[in-house]
């Protein structure tokens, strides 16, 4: 199933300036694993050092908000991922 990612703009440097990927995924989830298989230095970005998805990672599939329980649902050809990262400073 062929997807779009469309990467906020921290997630770029990390795919060679991109503001969009084509991946092969059936499911948000296996959009990561497709993105970090391109890009492995997204990796970072994406997952703590246990290897988890960080809680600041934030999917929309369609403009639609995705939540990590929902991280597994089906994608369509042509849907559209966002991947955000929500980061807060002071």
Sequence with gaps: ??????????????????????????????????????????????YDKQGDLRPEVIFFVNGERVFPEELSRPLGDG???YLMLAIAGG
């Design 1 to 46: 199933m062929s997807s779009t990612v469309k990467l906020a703009p921290l997630l770029r440097k990390s795919a060679g300036g991109q503001e969009t990927v084509e991946v092969n995924a059936s499911s948000p989830l296996e959009s990561l694993a497709d993105l970090e298989r391109q890009f492995p230095s997204v990796r970072r970005w994406l």
């Design 79 to 81: 849907d559209e991922v």
